[in-house]
C-alpha cells in the first residue's frame, strides 16, 4: 500500500496547490469569459460552460471550497471526536460509558437524511456546512481515540507521569495526544473524504450555497444548464473526477497510514 | 536407515522492505519414533523451521536448502502434493489451542476435517472416527462434545481437540509448536505427559518446538538449541541440557527458576541486520577479538556439534 | 446477557434521541414553530393555523407537549404534510415499499459481490488482480452516488438508448419495472459492493492470519478450501453489522438515485419536501429511516447471534 | 325538454344499428337480419337501460358499443393512439384540487369559464358569452349548451355556481372568492349563472379563465377536497377526461370523453409524461418517445434546440412571450428609492450579454417600458442600453462618490454593498450582474436563495436588489401590464409589492375600474410611459418561448397564457398529410 500512499500525496499535493494559488495555473482570471458552450479548443482547453466561463479556469479555482469544507469539517469532526475519546478513554468507568454509549448512538443514526433536514431548515452557507458535516462524522474517531488511549494510559511514562501529580488535562494533552496521532491521521483524512462527499452531494440537492463554487456545484450546473443534454462531457466529467480522485487520494493516505482495519469505513 | 526427517542448511529469508533473515543454514535430522526439541527463546527462528517443515510459511518467504520427509524434498514438492502431506504424513499442534481451531465450526467438524478432506470420507463416517478419536483421548462425552463450539470448552479440551485433530490420520511425524506456551505448571505437565503418550502409544516421532527446557528434557531423546536463526548446539538431550558447552545453552539453563534465575545479559540481536561473527558475541561472557569478525562453524565435540570457537 | 442488555438500551436510547430530535427540531429552528412544522411555501386557511396552534400548545409546558407528541407517535401519527394533503406516515407507507424493493436487491446483490469481491482481494492482495479490485472499489467508494447515477443515467440511457428515462415502469408489468429499475439498482448495488470490498478485504487479510486458518492449513486443507471453508465464514461476521449500518447509507444513497432516475419513492418523496420545505414531512421520513437503520442493527444483531458461538454464548 | 335527448339517442341507435347490418351479416355467417327486426330488437333495450327517470346524454360510441353487445356482434375498435407530452412539471400527488400542476393539466378535463385564443383576448369556453353589469359588480355568464361530463350528464350552471362557491370555501388560494362574492344566481332557462360581488370588478373573465369547472354531482359529497386523494377515472366535461393519475410511472392519461359535442379531436388519449430533470424529458424527445414539450410559463431550454432539430423530426413554434425577466430595486430603501440612482443601474447592466447567455439569442434587449411586446395594447419606449461610462457619470452627479479610490462608491460614507437577492434559477443572472454593477462603482454580494427564502426576505423587505421572473399570469393580474408585482396594496407570493408612488397606484385604479377597451389602450400606454420614467424595475431581457413538435403531427396552437396547453391544440393536432 505504500505505492497508494504515494499516489495519494502526489495527487493531493496537485489539488492543494490549485487550491491555494489558482491563479498561477488557471488560464484565465476567475471572471473572465467568452463565448458560452465552446468545445475544447486549444485557447479553452476543456471549453466553456453556459456563461463563457473556461472550465479549465473554473475547475482549478473550485478545489478551494471542495478542500477547504473536507478538511475544516474533519478538523471539527476530529476535535470533537479526540476529547470525548480521550475523556473516554482517560477517565474510564461511568464517563467512559456514557460517552461511548452517546458514540454508539450518533453511530446509528443515518447521516445523510440528518443534514438534509438540518440543511433544509438552516439554508447553510460556508461555516455552518462545516458545523453540521463536522458534528455528525466523529464518532468513528471517538472510538479509536478511546481504544488508543487505553492502551497508552497504562504505559510507564504515563503512570510516572499521572505518580507525579500532572493534571490530567496536561497528561492527556502532552502525553496521551502524540501517541494517538498516528491513528488521528487516517481517521482525519477519512473524514474530510466523507465530508467531501457529503458536500458534493448537497450542493447537487440544491442545499449548498451557489455561490460557493466547488465542484459539485460544477456537475450541479452542468446538470440544470445543459451540460448533460449537449453531451459535453468534458464539462461534468472533469469535476467529478476532480472529487473522485481527491477524495481516492485522501482516502489513499488514511488507509495506509490505518493499515487495512476493519473500521477504515468512509461514510 | 535413513531418517523420517532430514533438514539440510535449511535458510528462511521473508522479504520485505527489509530483508528477514530468520533462519540460517540449520540442518536438523529426525528418525522414526524419535522425540525431538527445537530449543530457543521467542523469535530465535525455531517456529520458522517447524513452519517451512510443515509448508506453512507466509508467500512472501524465500526457503533454500532441502527439508527430506520420507525421502522426498518437501521444499521441492507442488503445493497440491504438499497438500497431501501435510495432515497425513506431518501433523501439526499449535500453542494456544483456542486460537486454533475455527470459533464459528464445531469442535466435531473440524476433528474430522482432515478425514474428509485427506480421504474423502463421507460426514457420517468420517464424524464417527472423529468421535471415537475423541474418545479415545479420554473424553467421557465424546459425541457431546462434537456437537460444542470452542469457545464452549476449556482450554485443556481443546489441547486434546488440537491433538486429536492433528493425530487422526497417524501422521508419522507431528510438530508441536510451543505446545506449553503461557500454561501454568500443572497443565503443562499434562500437555506434556499426553504428548509423551501418545509418542509412546503410537510411535510417532515428535519435533517439539518448545523454549521450555523442563519440557524438552523430559521429552527428547534429542535437542538442538537455535539462537538468532542458527544451531549453536545439538547432540542428546540429557548431555546438551545437563551439561551445556554453548555459552548460549549455559545461560539458557542458568535462567531456569531451579538454576537461580539468572538471566542472560543484553538482548536478542535483530534478525534484519544480526552482529558480524559470532551472533551471540555481544551478550557472551567469553567473547574474544575472533568472536567478532569470524564466524565460528558447528564443530563435533562428542556427540554432539557446538557453534563456539572457545569450547569444545 | 448484560451485552445484549446494554446493546437494547443503546438502541432505545437512539430511538429517543432520533424521537426528541423530531420533536425539538421545529421548535429549535430559527423561524415561527408552527410555520416550521407546517412547513413552508404552502397556503393553509387561517382557522387550520389555529387549530394546529392550539393542537401543538407551545404555551403548554414542554414535557406535556412532548407527551403529546409521543402519544401520536405511538398511534402511528407522524403529522400532517400541508404540501401534499396527507397523513406524512400514509405517504411515507406508500412510498416506502419501492424504495425498499431496490434497496433491499440493492444491498443483498451488493453484499454478496462484496463479500465475494474483498475476499479475493484481501486472500492475495500483492497480486495485480487484488489491487485492481481494491482500487476499483475504493474509487466507486469515493465517488458521490448521484454522479455515478448521473453517469449512468447519460451513458446508457441518453447515449445508448438501452434504458428508459423516468418512472418505475410504463405498464405495470414485471418486465418493464425490471427494465426501469435496473440501471439504478445497477449503481446501488456497486455502491453496496465497493463498500463491503473493502471492509471484507480488510478483514480476510486480518483472519487468514490467524492461527485457525493457519491450523486448517496445518491438517492440510488446500488454500481454497481453509478459504472458503473457514476465513470466509469468519471474515464475513463484521459485514453483517456493517451491512445494517450501511442501510442508512444505502437509504441515502437510494435518495440520490431516486432524484436521478426521476423513481417516485422516498427518496424524490423526501427531495421534493426539501425543495418545499415540507418539513412535517421531512421530520418523518427522518424518523423512519432512523427506525429502520436501528431495526435493522438489531436485526444484525440477531444474526450474530445465531451464526457466532461465541455471543451465543454470552447471552445464554 | 328531458325527452328530447333521449329520443334522439334512440333514433341514433337505430341508425347506427342499421349501419352495422353489413357488419352483422359478414360476422353472423349467413344469418340474416332485417333492420326492422334489428330496431324492433334494439328500440325496447335502449329504452330500458338508458331512458329512465335520470337522463344521461348517450355518446354515439356508447350506443354502438352497447348495440354490438346486445346483438353479440364485436365491439368497435377505441381508438388508442395517443398525443404524448413531455414536461418537467412534475406533478407530486394524484389530489385532483391541490396538486398545482394537476390543476393546469386539467385545464383539458375540467373546462375552465374562459381561455385566452392565440391574440391575447379571452373567450369563453365553459361560457358561450357573458354579461357585466355597469357598475363592475355583476357578471352573467351564459353556457354553452352542448357540454357533457363523461358520465353522461349535462354541464349545469349549477355546477358552475358549486365549482366557485367551492373553490371559495376550500382553496386558501381563491380565498378573494369568499371574500368578495355576495351571491350566485343560477338561471336554468337561460343555462346562465351570474355572480355579484361586493366591489367592481373589472377582470373576472381573466380570473376566470384559470379555475376548472367542477361537477357538482361528484364533489358535493366530497368534504375535504384537500384531502381527497385518488388515482382516477374523475369525470370531466372537456374532449378529454383524467383517467388516472399515475405516480409511479410519472404519467397521467386522459381519455376521450365520448360525450364531447365539439370538434372531434384525433387522438383516443393524451398522456403527460413529468420528468425530474430537462435533459431527460428532451431525450424522450429525441428518441420520439414524445411528441412535444410543455412546461408552464417557459420555453423548451433553449440549450437543447439546435440538437433537436438536428434530428430532423422535431420543428418549433417560437412565440414572443409575455413572460420575462427582471431587475426589481427595493423601492424602500435608499438609494434605490433615488431615480438617478436606478437610471445608472440600468446603464450599468449588459443586456446583450444577459440575451446572449441566458435566451442564447432567442430573446431581444427590452424597453424601458418594462412590458413585452407580446402584450396588448404594447407601446414602444426607448429600449435599455449597456453603458458603464453614462452610468458612473450619473452616479458622480448624483453625488454617490468614490473617494477613497477603491473604485467602489460611498453611500453616508461606508462603500456601498447591496444585498443583492437571486432566486434559484437565476444564477447566472446573479453572478453577471453583481460583476456589472461593481465594473460601474456599486458593490454588491449576491445572496442565492430557494423560492421559500425568497418569498419571506421580499416580504421583509429585507434586499436592496432581487432577480427575479414573471410569468404570464403574473403580468396579466392585478391591474395587467406587470403592475401586479409593484402595486405595495397587494400581497402575493411572488409579488414584490414595494411601490406606493400615488400616481402608479392611481393608475392601477383606473385601469381596474374599467372595461372600456379604448380607455384600456390609454391607460396602458400611460403604466409603460410610467415604468419608463421612474424604473420601478428594469427588465432584463424578453425572451420567446420556443415549443418543439413532431412533424408527423400538425394544428399546434399557442396562446400566451397557457401556451400550447390550450384546447385549440387538443382539438387540432391531427397527423400531417403526406
Redesign the interface.
Known amino acids: 500500500m505504500t505505492d497508494l500512499n504515494r499516489w495519494g500525496v502526489g495527487l493531493l499535493a496537485v489539488f492543494v496547490v490549485m487550491a491555494l494559488v489558482p491563479q498561477w495555473i488557471a488560464p484565465y482570471g476567475p471572471k473572465e469569459r467568452s463565448a458560452p458552450y465552446q468545445d475544447p479548443s486549444a485557447d479553452h482547453l476543456l471549453g466553456t460552460d453556459d456563461i463563457g466561463d473556461d472550465i479549465l479556469t473554473e475547475l482549478i479555482y473550485s478545489a478551494r471550497i471542495s478542500l477547504l469544507i473536507g478538511f475544516a469539517a474533519a478538523a471539527v469532526a476530529t476535535a470533537i471526536g479526540l476529547a470525548i475519546g480521550l475523556v473516554a478513554g482517560y477517565c474510564r468507568g461511568a464517563i467512559d460509558e456514557l460517552l461511548m454509549g452517546a458514540t454508539d448512538v450518533v453511530l446509528i443514526i443515518p447521516k445523510i437524511p440528518l443534514i438534509i433536514v438540518l440543511a433544509a431548515f438552516l439554508r447553510p452557507g460556508f461555516g455552518l456546512l462545516v458545523l453540521v458535516l463536522g458534528f455528525l462524522g466523529w464518532e468513528s474517531i471517538a472510538r479509536i481515540v478511546r481504544s488508543k488511549t487505553l492502551q497508552v494510559r497504562e504505559t510507564g511514562f504515563v503512570m510516572s507521569a499521572r505518580c507525579m501529580g500532572f493534571s490530567p488535562a496536561w497528561i492527556m494533552g502532552s502525553e496521551i495526544l502524540p501517541n494517538i496521532f498516528q491513528v488521528l491521521v487516517p481517521k482525519f483524512m477519512l473524514a474530510t473524504a466523507a465530508a467531501m462527499i457529503s458536500e458534493a452531494s448537497l450542493s447537487f440537492l440544491g442545499l449548498s450555497d451557489p455561490t460557493m463554487k466547488s465542484w459539485g456545484m460544477m456537475i450541479s450546473f452542468a446538470f440544470s444548464k445543459g451540460g448533460f443534454i449537449r453531451e459535453m462531457w468534458w464539462w461534468y466529467l472533469p469535476p467529478g473526477l476532480c472529487i473522485t480522485l481527491c477524495i481516492v487520494a485522501v482516502a489513499a493516505i488514511g488507509f495506509s497510514f490505518g493499515g487495512d482495519d476493519a473500521e477504515a469505513r468512509i461514510e | 536407515m535413513s531418517p523420517l526427517l532430514d533438514i539440510r542448511s535449511l535458510s528462511v529469508t521473508f522479504r520485505g522492505e527489509q530483508a528477514v533473515r530468520a533462519v540460517e543454514d540449520v540442518s536438523f535430522s529426525l528418525a522414526e519414533g524419535e522425540v525431538a526439541a527445537l530449543v530457543g527463546e521467542s523469535g530465535c527462528g525455531k517456529s520458522v523451521v517447524a513452519h517451512a517443515v510443515?509448508g506453512?510459511l507466509p508467500?512472501g518467504a524465500a526457503v533454500s536448502g532441502a527439508v527430506l520427509f520420507q525421502g522426498r524434498d518437501l521444499l521441492a514438492l507442488a503445493?497440491?502434493e504438499m497438500?497431501?502431506?501435510?495432515?497425513?504424513g506431518i501433523?501439526?499442534v499449535?500453542q494456544?489451542p483456542s486460537?486454533?481451531?475455527?470459533?464459528?465450526?464445531t469442535v466435531g467438524r473440524q476433528v474430522a476435517?482432515?478425514l474428509r478432506?485427506?480421504r474423502g470420507e463421507k460426514k457420517e463416517q468420517a464424524f464417527a472416527a472423529a468421535c471415537r478419536a475423541l474418545a479415545a483421548l479420554g473424553f467421557a462425552d465424546a459425541p457431546g462434545l462434537m456437537r460444542l463450539?470452542p469457545?464452549?470448552c476449556s482450554g485443556g479440551m481443546n489441547q486434546r481437540v488440537?491433538t486429536a485433530?492433528?493425530t487422526i490420520l497417524d501422521p508419522p511425524l507431528l510438530i508441536a509448536d510451543e505446545p506449553t506456551k503461557g500454561l501454568d505448571r500443572d497443565r503443562v505437565a499434562d500437555v506434556a505427559g499426553e504428548l509423551g503418550r501418545l509418542v509412546a502409544e503410537r510411535g510417532t516421532a515428535l519435533l517439539l518446538i518448545t523454549h521450555d527446557i523442563p519440557v524438552a528434557l523430559a521429552l527428547a531423546d534429542r535437542v538442538a538449541v537455535m539462537y538468532a536463526g542458527e544451531i549453536v548446539e545439538t547432540g542428546p538431550a540429557r548431555e546438551v541440557l545437563g551439561d551445556p558447552a554453548h555459552p548460549y545453552t549455559r545461560g539458557l539453563v542458568a535462567s531456569l527458576p531451579e538454576n537461580g534465575f539468572v538471566p542472560i545479559p543484553g538482548a536478542s540481536p535483530s534478525p534484519v541486520d544480526p552482529p558480524a561473527g559470532c551472533r551471540f558475541h555481544p551478550r557472551c561472557s567469553f567473547c574474544v577479538d575472533r568472536c567478532r569478525t569470524e564466524r565460528p562453524a558447528l564443530a563435533a565435540a562428542g556427540r554432539r556439534l557446538v557453534r563456539c570457537r572457545r569450547c569444545p | 446477557m448484560t451485552g445484549l442488555l446494554a446493546k437494547g438500551i443503546r438502541y432505545a436510547v437512539s430511538l429517543l434521541v432520533v424521537v426528541v430530535l423530531t420533536f425539538a427540531l421545529p421548535r429549535a429552528m430559527p423561524g415561527d414553530p408552527v410555520m416550521n412544522i407546517i412547513g413552508e411555501d404552502v397556503s393553509v386557511s387561517p382557522a387550520t393555523l389555529d387549530a394546529i396552534r392550539a393542537e401543538i400548545g407551545l404555551d403548554r409546558p414542554v414535557t406535556e407537549q412532548f407527551a403529546s407528541y409521543l402519544w401520536s407517535l405511538l398511534h402511528l401519527d407522524l403529522g400532517y404534510s400541508y404540501h401534499l394533503s396527507a397523513p406524512v406516515f400514509d405517504l411515507l407507507v406508500a412510498r416506502m415499499g419501492w424504495t425498499l424493493l431496490f434497496t433491499g436487491i440493492a444491498i443483498v446483490v451488493g453484499a454478496a459481490i462484496g463479500i465475494l469481491a474483498g475476499t479475493v482481494a484481501g486472500w492475495?492482495p500483492?497480486t495485480k488482480r487484488s489491487r485492481a479490485v481494491t482500487l476499483a472499489a475504493l474509487a466507486v467508494s469515493c465517488t458521490p452516488p448521484y454522479f455515478l447515477a448521473l453517469l449512468f443515467l447519460s451513458f446508457f440511457s441518453f447515449r445508448l438508448g438501452l434504458f428508459p428515462f423516468k418512472g418505475l415502469y410504463d405498464e405495470a408489468t414485471f418486465g418493464s419495472v425490471v427494465h426501469h429499475l435496473f440501471l439504478p439498482v445497477l449503481v446501488l448495488t456497486l455502491f453496496a459492493a465497493a463498500r463491503n470490498t473493502l471492509i471484507m478485504r480488510g478483514s480476510v487479510v486480518q483472519e487468514k492470519g490467524?492461527?485457525?486458518a493457519?491450523?486448517?492449513?496445518?491438517?492440510?486443507?488446500?488454500?481454497r478450501?481453509v478459504l472458503f471453508g473457514?476465513v470466509l465464514?469468519?471474515a464475513s461476521?463484521p459485514i453483517v453489522t456493517l451491512i445494517a449500518l450501511d442501510f442508512g447509507f444505502i437509504f441515502s444513497g437510494a435518495l440520490f438515485v431516486e432524484i436521478v432516475f426521476s423513481l417516485n419513492g422516498m427518496g424524490t418523496l423526501i427531495y421534493d419536501a426539501v425543495l418545499g420545505r415540507d418539513y412535517p414531512l421531512l421530520q418523518g421520513a427522518f424518523l423512519v429511516i432512523a427506525v429502520m437503520v436501528v431495526c435493522a442493527n438489531l436485526a444484525a444483531d440477531l444474526v450474530y447471534l445465531l451464526?457466532?458461538?461465541?455471543i451465543r454464548?454470552q447471552g445464554q | 325538454m328531458k325527452t328530447i335527448p333521449a329520443f334522439l339517442s334512440c333514433l341514433a341507435v337505430l341508425i347506427l344499428a342499421a349501419s352495422l347490418v353489413p357488419a352483422a351479416c359478414a360476422a353472423g355467417d349467413g344469418e340474416t337480419m332485417t333492420r326492422a327486426e334489428l330496431s324492433a330488437a334494439i328500440l325496447p333495450y335502449m329504452e330500458a337501460t338508458y331512458c329512465g327517470e335520470n337522463v344521461v346524454h348517450l355518446a354515439p360510441i356508447e350506443i354502438r358499443t352497447a348495440a354490438c353487445r346486445f346483438l353479440g356482434l364485436p365491439e368497435p375498435p377505441e381508438n388508442t393512439e395517443a398525443l404524448r407530452i413531455a414536461t418537467p412539471n412534475v406533478v407530486k400527488a394524484t389530489n385532483f384540487y391541490d396538486d398545482y400542476y394537476v390543476g393546469i393539466f386539467t385545464h383539458l378535463s375540467n373546462l375552465p369559464m374562459m381561455r385566452m385564443d392565440a391574440n391575447g383576448h379571452l373567450v369563453g369556453l365553459t361560457a358561450d358569452r357573458y354579461e357585466v353589469s355597469s357598475d363592475n359588480t355583476q357578471w352573467t355568464f351564459y353556457l354553452k349548451d352542448d357540454l357533457f361530463w363523461s358520465d353522461g350528464r349535462r354541464v349545469t350552471p349549477e355546477d358552475v355556481a358549486f365549482s366557485f362557491e367551492y373553490l371559495g370555501e376550500h382553496e386558501p388560494d381563491a380565498g378573494w372568492i369568499k371574500e368578495t362574492l355576495v351571491g350566485t344566481t343560477v338561471s336554468d332557462e337561460e343555462n346562465a349563472v351570474t355572480f355579484t360581488f361586493n366591489k367592481p370588478y373589472t377582470t373576472i373573465n381573466l380570473e376566470f379563465a384559470t379555475y376548472n369547472i367542477l361537477p357538482k354531482h361528484i364533489w358535493e359529497h366530497i368534504s375535504d377536497p384537500n384531502e381527497y386523494t385518488e388515482a382516477g377515472p374523475f369525470v370531466g366535461d372537456g374532449p378529454y377526461y383524467l383517467e388516472e393519475i399515475d405516480l409511479n410511472a410519472a404519467k397521467m392519461t386522459f381519455r376521450k370523453n365520448h360525450h364531447w359535442q365539439g370538434k372531434q379531436p384525433a387522438f383516443g388519449t393524451v398522456e403527460v409524461h413529468w420528468f425530474a430533470n430537462d435533459d431527460a424529458a428532451a431525450l424522450a424527445l429525441e428518441a420520439g418517445d414524445v411528441d412535444t414539450y410543455y412546461r408552464y410559463a417557459n420555453s423548451y431550454p433553449y440549450a437543447g434546440v439546435q440538437r433537436l432539430k438536428d434530428t430532423g423530426e422535431f420543428n418549433t413554434l417560437e412565440k414572443t412571450s409575455i413572460g420575462l425577466t427582471f431587475l426589481a430595486p427595493n423601492l424602500k430603501r435608499a438609494p434605490m428609492n433615488d431615480l438617478s440612482f436606478r437610471e445608472a443601474l440600468a446603464d450599468a447592466i449588459n443586456y446583450d450579454e444577459l440575451v446572449a447567455v441566458d435566451t442564447l439569442g432567442y430573446g431581444t434587449v427590452p424597453n424601458r417600458g418594462f412590458v413585452p411586446p407580446g402584450m396588448d395594447y404594447f407601446a414602444d419606449t426607448p429600449a435599455l442600453a449597456y453603458d458603464p461610462v453614462a452610468a458612473r457619470q450619473i452616479l458622480h452627479d448624483a453625488g454617490y462618490l468614490d473617494t477613497d479610490g477603491n473604485g467602489i462608491v460611498e453611500c453616508n460614507g461606508t462603500d456601498l454593498d447591496l444585498d443583492l437577492l437571486v432566486r434559484t434559477g437565476f444564477e447566472r443572472d446573479g453572478q453577471l450582474i453583481e460583476e456589472y454593477l461593481e465594473d460601474v462603482g456599486i458593490g454588491a454580494t449576491v445572496h442565492q436563495v430557494d423560492s421559500t427564502t425568497w418569498f419571506s426576505l421580499k416580504d421583509e423587505y429585507d434586499y436592496d436588489l432581487t432577480v427575479t421572473g414573471t410569468t404570464p399570469w403574473g403580468m396579466l393580474m392585478h391591474a395587467g401590464w406587470g403592475t401586479g408585482y409593484f402595486d405595495s396594496r397587494r400581497t402575493g407570493k411572488g409579488v414584490l409589492h414595494n411601490l406606493d408612488d400615488p400616481v402608479y397606484l392611481a393608475l392601477c385604479d383606473n385601469i381596474l375600474a374599467t372595461s372600456d377597451q379604448a380607455q384600456l389602450e390609454r391607460y396602458a400606454g400611460e403604466m409603460q410611459a410610467y415604468f419608463d420614467d421612474n424604473l420601478p424595475a428594469i427588465a432584463l431581457y424578453w425572451k420567446k418561448d420556443v415549443i418543439p413538435y413532431n412533424r408527423a403531427y400538425t394544428g399546434w396552437y399557442y396562446e400566451p397564457l397557457f401556451g400550447i396547453y390550450d384546447i385549440e391544440t387538443f382539438l387540432n393536432v391531427r397527423a400531417a398529410s403526406g
Open positions: 510443515a506453512l508467500p503445493e497440491r497438500e497431501a502431506v501435510r495432515g497425513a501433523g501439526v499449535f494456544n486460537l486454533a481451531l475455527n470459533p464459528l465450526h476435517e482432515p478432506v485427506h463450539y469457545s464452549q488440537v485433530a492433528s | 492475495r500483492e490467524s492461527l485457525y493457519l491450523y486448517a492449513r496445518a491438517r492440510g486443507l488446500s488454500d478450501a473457514h465464514k469468519n461476521l451464526v457466532d458461538p461465541r454464548r
